[in-house]
């Protein structure tokens, strides 16, 4: 069994910055692709950010492509960056993990999930 925490989220003003940690608890090998998604409420969600540790590559949505690095912390820890935030970046962040990365920001795509953190920006 795969359990993910987050954590790091918290109140910025626009233009701030924040970095969330996901840490996973168990074995988690098997799984190469880390994401990051964000829920906000009557919208759907989206991927925002992946890492394939097999292959290093990154995949990051249009909205946040410059301003939000994913890395890879240690063999149970990832960090999210978040750079330059904006009010709309607010939402709750979730990290996930799945066996490929076949479709990096594509939910469907992930087994393990975590319980969200919360970021807020303010205009």
């Known amino acids: 069994q795969v359990r993910l925490v987050e954590s790091g989220g918290g109140s910025v003003q626009t233009g701030g910055s924040l970095r969330l940690s996901c840490k996973a608890h168990?074995?988690?090998?098997?799984?190469?692709?880390l994401g990051w998604f964000r829920q906000t409420p009557g919208k759907e969600d989206e991927g925002v950010a992946a890492r394939s540790d097999d292959t290093g590559r990154e995949f990051y949505a249009t909205s946040v492509e410059g301003r939000f690095t994913i890395s890879r912390r240690s063999a149970n820890m990832v960090w999210l960056q978040l750079d330059n935030l904006r009010p709309e970046d607010t939402a709750v962040y979730y990290c996930?993990?799945?066996?490929?990365?076949?479709?990096?920001?594509?939910?469907?795509?992930?087994?393990?999930w975590g319980q969200g953190t919360q970021v807020t920006v303010s205009s």
């Open positions: 168990g074995n988690i090998r098997n799984f190469d692709c």
């Open positions: 996930a993990i799945a066996t490929i990365c076949g479709t990096p920001l594509n939910r469907a795509s992930y087994t393990y």
